[in-house]
């Protein structure tokens, strides 16, 4: 899907690549560098299990992306990169839109504060609050909502961190607009409220690669309904 700002990830190894790098041994990595990864839908939805590869794989995105910008940037789109990320990045090729959209952002919770204010000091002074006197939520749903760049990509790596159960309906509510209006999301999530986006692709990733159920088949939300269900069953076992 040609429309689409990213349509494909190809893994195109250059200069320095390691080939003993640890993430080759990522069962959803493996899979993205022998096949690729295609995006069918405005946004996908990526969960799965801590240690299977999932902020990895969307950092990595980020990194690509936001590498092939050209020109004139949006310093915005994200805080950059930290020395604890992978340089798999490097070594991948985005397919999509030309010219590449600028719009949209790279949030993850480690990065939103600097980010956040980054963006309070290009803002026009007036008497609204800066994002960094916001609450984690606020400011984080203010950001994506308040985003003066149109149609791009917008990479969010376990939103929910810094949302309540209300908040995470009204990021959905921002996400389907977003769609609306021809920009992407791409969402790495543990929430079962967030993995519902109306229309999301999900991908679980798992220790045998990548696979693409239904949202009630998750294991997530299967393990928060027997939870919520009865939370003693759990909790006795502490």
């Given at each position: 899907?040609?429309?689409?700002?990213?349509?494909?990830?190809?893994?195109?190894?250059?200069?320095?690549?390691?080939?003993?790098?640890?993430?080759?041994?990522?069962?959803?990595?493996?899979?993205?560098?022998?096949?690729?990864?295609?995006?069918?839908?405005?946004?996908?939805?990526?969960?799965?299990?801590?240690?299977?590869?999932?902020?990895?794989?969307?950092?990595?995105?980020?990194?690509?992306?936001?590498?092939?910008?050209?020109?004139?940037?949006?310093?915005?789109?994200?805080?950059?990169?930290?020395?604890?990320?992978?340089?798999?990045?490097?070594?991948?090729?985005?397919?999509?839109?030309?010219?590449?959209?600028?719009?949209?952002?790279?949030?993850?919770?480690?990065?939103?504060?600097?980010?956040?204010?980054?963006?309070?000091?290009?803002?026009?002074?007036?008497?609204?609050?800066?994002?960094?006197?916001l609450s984690h939520?606020?400011?984080?749903?203010?950001?994506?909502?308040?985003?003066?760049?149109?149609?791009?990509?917008?990479?969010?790596?376990?939103?929910?961190?810094?949302?309540?159960?209300?908040?995470?309906?009204?990021?959905?509510?921002?996400?389907?607009?977003?769609?609306?209006?021809?920009?992407?999301?791409?969402?790495?999530?543990?929430?079962?409220?967030?993995?519902?986006?109306?229309?999301?692709?999900?991908?679980?990733?798992?220790?045998?690669?990548?696979?693409?159920?239904?949202?009630?088949?998750?294991?997530?939300?299967?393990?928060?309904?027997?939870?919520?269900?009865?939370?003693d069953r759990f909790?006795?076992?502490?």
């Open positions: 899907m040609t429309d689409l700002p990213l349509s494909r990830v190809e893994f195109t190894p250059r200069s320095g690549f390691d080939p003993a790098s640890w993430y080759l041994d990522l069962p959803a990595v493996a899979e993205l560098c022998e096949n690729g990864l295609a995006f069918e839908r405005p946004v996908t939805v990526i969960v799965g299990e801590n240690g299977v590869g999932k902020s990895t794989l969307v950092e990595s995105i980020a990194a690509a992306w936001q590498g092939g910008f050209r020109g004139a940037q949006d310093r915005l789109w994200s805080a950059g990169s930290s020395p604890e990320d992978a340089d798999l990045g490097t070594h991948l090729t985005c397919v999509g839109a030309r010219p590449q959209p600028y719009g949209g952002c790279f949030l993850r919770a480690e990065s939103m504060h600097s980010l956040f204010g980054a963006a309070d000091e290009s803002r026009p002074r007036n008497d609204d609050q800066s994002f960094n006197q939520g606020q400011s984080f749903l203010r950001y994506v909502a308040d985003r003066p760049i149109g149609v791009g990509l917008w990479i969010l790596d376990e939103p929910e961190a810094a949302l309540s159960f209300q908040s995470c309906l009204a990021l959905l509510g921002v996400i389907a607009d977003l769609a609306e209006e021809g920009s992407q999301v791409i969402m790495a999530t543990h929430s079962p409220l967030l993995a519902a986006a109306p229309g999301a692709e999900i991908w679980e990733l798992t220790d045998d690669g990548i696979d693409f159920p239904e949202w009630n088949q998750l294991d997530l939300v299967r393990n928060w309904r027997s939870f919520l269900d009865g939370p909790l006795r076992h502490l």
